[in-house]
């Protein structure tokens, strides 16, 4: 009885700390053993996929995802061995990230390296820059950190860092994403295509077999699909050079420089400049798409387009500028010269070659002050007014003021003609100008092409039309003429050309303080130019668009100059000639031929269709050596014949290496001077021959 008692009580302890021992694993345990848990089977695993790369309109890698890399020392892992070899290698490890990191020095790395290991830190920070690529497979060869992260204790944290190889290229216009990628895109192309972009989210589980950890894909992700834009990187570094190489030399605070293919809308070069504190030039904003500005004179094309479709001027309509100051309903308007006493009585081309503010002004206040919307209406007929709905977001929509609108006073007709009183984004008024060039057609800008998968179209963006015609072929015939002369004869001989036309239009601006007016503190201007290349023939229009503090400000000679050399060089890059075009017809384009072994002048000429008269007979395997005379439509090869053995040889007239190997092959030893063919040699030509005998060759 007592023995089974004793069973009895055994059992029952044992049973009652199985079942404490269950309780504490669930409850006081629980955290500890699900962390192992975890360690050997991990559902769901979220594995991500390479976003996709931004590519120039002919291939060029303007974005890119590339792995950056931050490296850790885990000073417990591997234990005693590890330690040991750790101190036996320290000085070897330390020279190496010295060399693989030349702005820390080996001491530095062996103190910090120390530091760590006497910390007992199992997350020790390396280097504290994260690092490339190719830096990392560098330090992983070094001996302990070339272990697994388990014996060595060498491991790494990875960031898909975005990278620009074009560096300030269309920065903006390209985008960027958060330091955070999972936050996804901020702004520019990477936001606005961040869908197509970024791909799907894969998933997958984590197991331990045999010992080792494995990623089981359960669902593969999908790698994001690659953006062509229409971007150029040789036009875009075309662009943003001639534009920063201007706003450093005039002190600007900020420059835009915009180039469109005319028939397509696709947007070839981007930029935009602001100062910093610096003194340096940056993409900080897209100002070209969302600046809200006073346009200034670039807009009186507009306000000519509308009288001249509506019949109220032709382009001989004249007007008395007087001296250039003209009141009106209590404001004076004045033109840029009225000190010098003003332009007098001039018609609509002379005022649009010279930028007349009286004269545009005077026009539209004329023929539209008692019905000022008919005069608005047209602007709107044109499409001027309205949003451009941009591939990528923050552009600004033109504000045009109506008569019925609040702050719409008399003055306001006037002042508008002229590009105040109106706020209009520069990329807005190159798709007006562009709509000019494409023939009346207004097209809208465009940044990107396509979307590729694997080599594949995914996506197309074709070309759209915003206005399929903005105006009548008359007018435009008219405005088309007159843009030209501005160039030509007016304001903006800097945006033209010796080399093809040029038509457009400058601007000149004070820009406004808001409530405080133009003229609180010191006075800034916009100063722009707006036109399209060739003239005759219109392949690309451009914008450029510049703000300045102070005087002298010039539209012609600032923004002008600027678009003259985008548009000399973007016209040279695209040159093409057809070589056929650069011979003479005149000229006689038989070559000259030097004297020497006749076969071989023989078979090069063949060889080059050049007509031959062959005057020598030839023997296979036996040389001829001649001359060769030029006639109009052939050459002449002449050989020699009864050529002495026992004679010096006549090498006259041949290239350097037929008279050597003559002479040579006679016992003769040849020495040059000068380069071409021969012109003298210093043993005449039949004198007999003396073995070993040196002949001096004067080339020329």
């Not at 077999?209 to 075309?238: A, F, H, R, W």
């Not at 005039?250 to 003194?279: C, F, H, P, Q, Y």
């Not at 030039?281 to 969302?290: G, L, P, Q, T």
């Not at 007016?490 to 133009?518: C, D, M, N, R």
Request: aromatic share 8%; proline share 4%.
């Amino acid at each position: 009885m007592t023995r089974y008692f004793f069973v009895v009580l055994v059992l029952g302890l044992l049973g009652i700390a199985i079942v404490v021992k269950g309780a504490i694993i669930m409850f006081a345990e629980r955290g500890y053993w699900q962390d192992v848990a975890d360690r050997f089977v991990k559902e769901n695993v979220t594995t991500k996929p390479n976003r996709g790369n931004i590519l120039s309109s002919d291939g060029k890698l303007m974005a890119s995802s590339l792995p950056e890399y931050r490296i850790y020392m885990d000073f417990q892992a591997g234990g005693y061995t590890k330690d040991t070899m750790l101190v036996n290698h320290i000085d070897e490890i330390c020279k190496g990230l010295h060399k693989i990191f030349p702005d820390k020095s080996a001491s530095w790395f062996k103190e910090h390296l120390q530091k760590g290991r006497k910390a007992g830190s199992r997350n020790y920070l390396i280097y504290p820059k994260r690092i490339s690529y190719i830096q990392y497979k560098e330090a992983k060869r070094l001996p302990v950190f070339n272990l697994n992260k388990y014996r060595g204790g060498f491991h790494e944290q990875v960031y898909n860092q975005r990278k620009k190889p074009f560096g300030s290229l269309a920065a903006r216009t390209l985008g960027d994403l958060f330091p955070d990628t999972a936050q996804g895109a901020k702004n520019g192309i990477e936001l606005s295509f961040d869908t197509l972009l970024k791909g799907r989210n894969g998933i997958a589980h984590r197991q331990k077999v045999m010992n080792k950890y494995l990623e089981i894909v359960d669902m593969p992700p999908v790698d994001g699909c690659d953006i062509i834009t229409t971007l150029d990187v040789s036009m875009q570094d075309i662009c943003e050079k001639a534009l920063v190489d201007k706003l450093k030399e005039i002190n600007a605070s900020v420059g835009v420089a915009v180039l469109m293919e005319v028939k397509t809308g696709e947007i070839k070069a981007i930029v935009n400049m602001t100062k910093r504190a610096d003194g340096n030039y940056y993409e900080d904003k897209n100002n070209a798409i969302s600046d809200m500005m006073e346009p200034g004179s670039t807009f009186k094309t507009a306000s000519i387009m509308v009288a001249l479709e509506d019949g109220k001027i032709t382009p001989d309509t004249e007007v008395n500028t007087g001296n250039g100051i003209m009141p009106m309903y209590g404001s004076t308007m004045r033109d840029h010269n009225w000190h010098r006493g003003g332009y007098g009585k001039i018609d609509v081309t002379r005022i649009m070659e010279v930028s007349s503010n009286v004269g545009v002004s005077s026009l539209i206040d004329k023929y539209y002050k008692d019905n000022p919307q008919k005069y608005v209406d047209g602007l709107k007929r044109m499409s001027i007014d309205q949003g451009l709905n941009l591939q990528i977001s923050g552009e600004g929509k033109p504000n045009i003021k109506g008569p019925k609108e609040r702050y719409f006073a008399k003055t306001t007709l006037p002042w508008m003609s002229i590009g105040y009183e109106t706020q209009v984004p520069p990329l807005n008024i190159l798709t007006f100008y562009n709509a000019i060039a494409n023939d009346g057609v207004m097209i809208r800008p465009k940044f990107v092409k396509a979307a590729v998968k694997d080599g594949e179209v995914i996506k197309e963006f074709p070309t759209e039309v915003i206005n399929p015609k903005i105006c009548s072929d008359r007018t435009l015939t008219q405005i088309r003429e007159i843009l030209g002369k501005v160039v030509s004869r007016g304001l903006a001989k800097p945006a033209g050309s010796k080399q093809f036309a040029v038509a457009g239009k400058t601007g000149t601006a004070q820009i406004s303080q808001g409530a405080a007016g133009y003229k609180s503190g010191r006075v800034s201007y916009l100063v722009s130019f707006c036109g399209y290349f060739p003239a005759e023939d219109p392949q690309y229009s451009c914008i450029v668009s510049i703000q300045k503090p102070g005087l002298p400000a010039s539209g012609g000679l600032m923004a002008g100059s600027v678009f003259g050399k985008i548009a000399e060089r973007v016209y040279a890059k695209n040159l093409r000639f057809d070589i056929r075009n650069a011979i003479d017809s005149t000229s006689n384009i038989i070559p000259a031929v030097k004297a020497g072994e006749m076969g071989e002048a023989l078979q090069v000429l063949n060889s080059l269709d050049v007509p031959v008269q062959k005057q020598f007979s030839s023997r296979k395997g036996k040389e001829v050596w001649g001359h060769s005379q030029q006639s109009a439509d052939a050459i002449i090869l002449q050989g020699k014949e009864g050529t002495n053995s026992n004679t010096v040889p006549n090498v006259i007239g041949m290239g350097a290496k037929d008279a050597v190997y003559l002479l040579e092959s006679k016992g003769l030893k040849a020495r040059l001077n000068g380069t071409g063919k021969v012109r003298s040699q210093s043993v005449p030509g039949g004198n007999r021959i003396a073995k070993g005998q040196t002949v001096m060759l004067q080339l020329k």
